[in-house]
Nanobody, 115 residues
Framework: QVQPVESGGGLVQPGGSLRLSCAASGSVLSGIGVDWFRQAPGKQRLLVATISSGGSTYYADSVKGRFTISRDNAKNTVYLQMISLKPEDTAVYYC?????????WGQGTQVTVSS
């Protein structure tokens, strides 16, 4: 069974940067579109960014210009580069394939933006 694995989160000050990584055990990501989501405490899981199998991208308005989604097919990994981080970016970040049915959700990676 495919299982997404997120990593790269941590504690960062406002204005800082982080790069998140998404791998998927049991699957090759190169031919698959991937979404990044985030879920803040007590809130719904929201779509943050998408990259298609062909490399087209989409960003939520709240992160446009600050986040960049990319893929390295040789490393079978999708990245989410985040700059100019704000306290409101604090959340658990998850990746999953585009469309339905989704893979089982991974544990996510915690991003905390705080001074």
């Amino acid at each position: 069974q495919v299982q997404p694995v997120e990593s790269g989160g941590g504690l960062v000050q406002p204005g800082g940067s982080l790069r998140l990584s998404c791998a998927a055990s049991g699957s090759v990501l190169s031919g698959i579109g991937v979404d990044w989501f985030r879920q803040a405490p007590g809130k719904q899981r929201l779509l943050v960014a998408t990259i298609s199998s062909g490399g087209s991208t989409y960003y939520a308005d709240s992160v446009k210009g600050r986040f960049t989604i990319s893929r390295d097919n040789a490393k079978n990994t999708v990245y989410l580069q985040m700059i100019s981080l704000k306290p409101e970016d604090t959340a658990v970040y998850y990746c999953n394939k585009i469309g339905f049915p989704r893979w089982p959700w991974g544990q996510g990676t915690q991003v905390t933006v705080s001074s």
